[in-house]
């Protein structure tokens, strides 16, 4: 099942024709309607191509921070009419003052049709009767992606979170069998389904999840517990960044790698975070996502770091048929270090250390002096029933398999358990001792 199947199955060529068409457009509308980059690009020509976007400097978020401070309330990198702007979002606002995000209609058209192809390539279906517990509350999570959800053919309740005890009947009055929410949720809703209903999750006939607003899915063994606690398909259907677009990442049936959906809307980059050079989309390659609106009126921006490292999982086309690559988030590219040539995400090192029964899963990456680095050093917790007597030969091991498998060498101190402070959401692994 595919929304947009003329889009979704592009070939690499006709999108790079469709992208640079839509470049050349774009930026000639901001050359005459951003006041922002009409003085950020001052001296530019009035159209580009896609080669002369990579020589154009950065957005960052504290830019447009400051644009919204110095021009309230939506920044001099609105460039539409003010009136033109029919909905505003917030964002989070977790590392600094939030944003206020205005969408045109037409804005809105395009970020619903983008949700839509997302929603539907992750598995929803016509007549799907969906409950919707994301924040309402000025997030785009809420209000935009119910309505993608809508557009996309579902039947859907609006819920947001909190007043489970009303959550719960309304999932059994209304015979709802899907849900739409962080993971965590799910895993908090269990034990309330547990304790107010005296039935096991399973029980509640949920059989569809779709997930979004955290990375946990990526972890088999948190996507293994939701689907055997609740006997349901859960699926990472909701990847997006709500200043360029609220959806344009969705997990096919196939499961590897979320697709791009943001054909025709969104121009990806990805950029070695060290240098800041162009890397190839191709298949393996690491490095932080750029972002470049290729049709918002709103606030569109030009190169605009997500502050995200991805890998591409794949860029040949997948056996569902869709042609759009797929990628996978690694964490925040400020967390990436650079250890003799070989770019090494804290996130990959979880990974590793996860399969290793006689850890915690709790680690630091702990930089005493400043770059370069030849090796990196890790401290690293055990389990609580993890055996003292053999932590040398478990060293060894795993100097050894971070060597296989991300190829960099790690100096490894072994801690004992609850030694290290817990480590959630976006918190950053990497302590840096040095001034
Ligand atoms: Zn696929």
């Known amino acids: 099942m595919m929304w947009n199947r003329e889009i979704e199955t592009l070939s690499c060529a006709e999108l790079a024709a469709r992208e640079e068409n839509a470049l050349a457009n774009q930026f000639a509308y901001l050359m005459t309607h951003s006041a922002f980059y009409q003085e950020k ?17 950065f957005t960052e978020k504290d830019e447009l921070r400051a644009s919204q401070e110095t021009h309230p309330p939506f920044g001099n990198y609105l460039a539409a009419p003010i009136e033109n702007v029919s909905r ?16 045109t209609a ?5 970020t619903h049709e983008c949700g839509a192809r997302a929603y539907v390539g992750a598995g929803l279906q016509r007549g799907d009767r969906v409950v919707h517990c994301l924040n309402y509350q000025m997030w785009a999570g809420g209000v935009t992606d119910h309505l993608s959800l809508e557009r996309a053919g579902a039947t859907v309740i609006p819920f947001g979170v909190g007043n489970t005890h009303v959550l719960l009947r309304t999932i059994r009055d209304l015979g709802i069998h ?41 972890n088999p063994n948190v996507r293994g517990a939701i689907e055997r606690t609740w006997n349901l398909r859960a699926m990472d259907a909701n990847y997006g960044m709500a200043d360029v677009l609220s959806i344009f990442g ?52 030009i190169r605009y770091r997500s502050h995200d490292a991805a890998e591409i999982v794949s860029a040949e086309p997948c056996a569902c048929g869709r042609t759009g690559f797929r990628f996978r988030v690694l964490g925040r590219s400020d967390d990436m270090v650079h250890v003799r040539g070989v770019n090494v995400f804290p996130t990959a090192i979880a990974e590793v250390l996860a399969s290793f029964p006689e850890l ?19 401290r690293v917790e ?7 007597d053999n932590v040398s030969h478990l060293n060894a091991l795993l100097v050894r398999t971070l ?33």
């Open 41 to 57: 690009f001052r001296g530019a020509q009035k159209t580009i191509t896609r080669a002369e976007l990579a020589t154009l400097p």
């Open 360 to 378: 915690s899963g709790e680690f630091q990456v702990v930089l005493d002096t400043p770059p370069p680095y030849n090796q990196l050093p890790l």
């Open 106 to 110: 037409r804005d809105i058209e395009t």
């Open 250 to 301: 969705a997990e096919c049936e196939r499961r590897d790698g979320l697709h791009f959906h943001g054909q025709g809307a969104l121009l990806v980059e990805l950029i070695d975070p060290a240098t800041l050079k162009p890397l190839a989309i191709e298949t393996g390659a690491r490095g932080e996502l750029v972002y470049t609106n290729l049709t918002r009126a709103a606030q569109p921006l």
């Open 403 to 435: 060597q296989e498998r991300l190829n960099f060498r790690a100096a490894i101190e072994l801690v004992p358990h609850g030694t290290l402070p817990r480590t959630e959401g976006k918190t950053s692994r990497v302590v840096k001792t040095y001034p």
């Open 88 to 103: 505003v979002h917030k964002t989070s606002g977790t590392t600094g003052r939030p944003l206020y995000i205005a969408l």
């Open 178 to 218: 899907a849900i739409s929410s962080t993971p965590s949720y799910l895993v908090h809703l269990a034990d309330i389904v547990r304790s107010e209903l005296h039935i096991e999750p399973h029980e509640l006939g949920l059989r569809k999840g779709f997930f979004g607003g955290e990375p946990g899915l990526q």
């Open 382 to 388: 055990l389990a609580p029933t993890a055996a003292q």
